[in-house]
């Protein structure tokens, strides 16, 4: 038993008779118990007496209760009290060694620890944490050894643009972290030595009436975080831009009150970084949050290089590339550049032609018309696709032989995208471009180490115009690849010193209406410890509210991954991103459906009376309905993506995704019940707005099959979506196909034919009935009407009469098996289902927009 717990019969030998004192005089012996459970740890109960039915039931430690020496333990939804005798812990090697063999070839999700905060213990679905990010632990790293006599780094041109900037989410996914994950800690005070302005802090000086930046080198430490996932837990290379687009991922150091009671500053860091490892594996994703007046992705680059040297202990051999931190230096190259002749400044308005003030004027005047006429409502958004190296191939073949070749993939995917959009509509051909120039200074100022400047040396200000691809049959990609060329080959010295001392309003007409692309080049691409990489949405939110919703600028970013592929984050108007989503062709790029694009929310630089006469109606392009497909073999064979085509079809925003799982079945004491898998707590995650589940098939087993249970979990698994009240979801059953093989796959057809319908239509009325009985008993006590979205609703589809019934008369829409439907068959289940929930998900949409309409009638952006 537990230390310090009386067994009793324990004692050799009989009992010896001894005269006790009376109670009030015999001293109290308190039972001490350390308990040794944790609160979120999975058990098992067993050796229940009174409730033997619970026995084998899997359960989550709530917390210990010292008054009654028991565990508080969740089953089933219900919080018991429970001995520790009785409970059989689950965990330890054995456990993420299960976790392995059971989810090895699975795609993993973040999933937030906040979300269950107020219930302790609660992970994802009470059973399981896989996915769930554990609190960590962050302290302040330091530099070992500092110089006392290092001067604040003064900001250069490169880096004073971005001192109130939004911070830069990277996220590294990295694949062998090392065996110990505190050894990150140390090789980054160590790497801080060469890095001393990271350890630093902002701040401004003012000398006479300017003021200035710079980067005090204090050595107050960088916040590192550590934290850890279960087995399973990290996101793939390809689900990591997802992850990093969801708030809640849980993957970046976003700061707060911690870091002061940590040991930090008040003052903001400019770096922080946090990883979080993989429990029984080496696989971790680092999260990077940087400002850009500290560095550029290049410098960035470098850092993650000497931390990464110092972790492999490969230092002394790379001392030919040490970091330049003189920024006074690069400044100093800069100005020292001659002014520009009269030629040069006639090819360089080439790259950034200069406007009248008025024209400046008319595109102020004209961004505030438009946030005022588009209103919240519409507004901007951001979509994530990828383009394959194969299709990058194909595109610079396709150059080659119009005898143009030599063009980066860069190059060619901008050109690409900037004719689609112009086709579509867009009417700005301008399009801006990104260079970086360390190598330019270091051509100026040679032997000083300015090709490894550690600062902020990229330029935003080139650019070029498309040719017009309007009524031409073939793209003009040629011209356009070498006008960007042109562009970029005439970023020199000589152009950024000549761009930084233009008027800035007199540049703004180039940013309206036009096409703004930066890249990250091969920066984090070519680290060979890096998997793949993905960026937050910080830095997105604030380019799109400063540049693409009221310029109407279309702001992309190009992320080169290991693979070749090229990811492209595009933000721009909501209509601009659906039309490109519909015209660009599937089978050449992995495009996400419209529904997964996000929407960024602004505050309408115009009064609520005004924005409801400009913009009375309502637009709803950011309103999707999510309906999740739960169940077995039925759901995973794939009529999901038919039923997304046929919601496609009719113009309904509708997000279709499959949870189905091949061979679950609804009782939860099976071989394979559907409510231990992992799909399940993705579906409840996803908050579907409508549930169609299709389990009984598996049931149905000669091994399996009882009625009673088959009632009671099934509609215990219903009951886990309808109890959610933001969104309602409306669950609708199917009943199973028939089978065409009397005993395939050992299933019983008279089981099936007979007792499930009707089962199945028992479970619909058993979970609506548990919730709603409740409320209304309630409301008739007090004399009122439950609220219509307040109750839960549950539907049946029937699909046993829809292929065939008893009589078995729709044989050619299953496989050979006779259990499965074959093509034909799957795409009559995703009808079936598309006639029972059209008109609900139209009601529901109608919804959505009238809640808009009355949001905006309350001035929600801040007016």
Known sequence: GPPGRRRRGSMAGPPVATEEPPAAERPRKSVSFKPTLRTGQRVILQGLEKAKELNGHRGVVVRWKADVGRYAVRVAGKEMAIKPDNLQTEGGAAEAAKFQRKYGNTQGSMYNPVVYARVPGAGPKVTQWIGQVKAGRRVVVRAERTNPEQQPVPLWFGDAGFVRAAPVDVALLIADIGSDPGEWAKALARALERFPAAAGRLRSVRKGRELLWQIVCNNAGVPFTTASVPPCGLPSAEELQMACADERCSLFDLGGDADVAAGGEAEEPLLRLKLVHEEGTARGVLGISFHHVLCDIGGLSSLLRWLHRELEGTVGASLADEPCHDRALAQETLEAVPEATEEQTAEFARHWPLASRALERWCFFARRLRSGLRGRPDGTGTITFVAPAETLALLKKDLEAEGAGGASSFEVLVSYIGLRLQRLGRRGRRTL???????ALD?????RGLDRLFANAVTHGASFELPDADGKELMPLSEACSAMRAAIDGVSLEYVQWQRKQDHFRGLPNFFGGLCCNTWGRALADLDFVESYAIGMRSVDERATNMAFPLD????QVFPLPSGAHRVLLTMPVTDITALLKDLSPEHFELPHVSEMRTHAFKVPLPSAVIDKLNPAVETHHHVVRVACIGDSLTACGYPKFLQALFDRADLHVQVRNFGVAGVTAQSFSEHPYSDERKLEEARQWRPHFVVATLGTND?????????????????LCVEFLERMSPKPMVSLMTPPPIYEDGALDIQQDILHGELPGAVREVAHEAARRLNEPLEAAAKR???EVPAEVLARTSVIDGFEAFGGSALRRRGYFAEDGVHPNERGTRLLAH??????????????RRMADAAANAGQDNAMGW
Do not use: I
């Not at 051509?443 to 032997?447: K, N, S």
């Not at 600028?553 to 992309?556: D, H, P, Q, V």
């Open 553 to 556: 600028t279309a702001y992309m």
């Open 832 to 845: 079936v289902v598309f006639a029972e929930l059209r008109w609900e998900v139209s009601r529901c949409l």
């Open 443 to 447: 051509r100026a100022a040679p032997g």
């Open 433 to 439: 471009v990104t260079k970086e120039y360390r190598s």
């Open 782 to 784: 007090a004399r009122q």
């Open 700 to 716: 149905a087993k000669e091994s399996a099959w009882c009625r009673e249970a088959f009632v009671k979990d099934y509609a215990d």
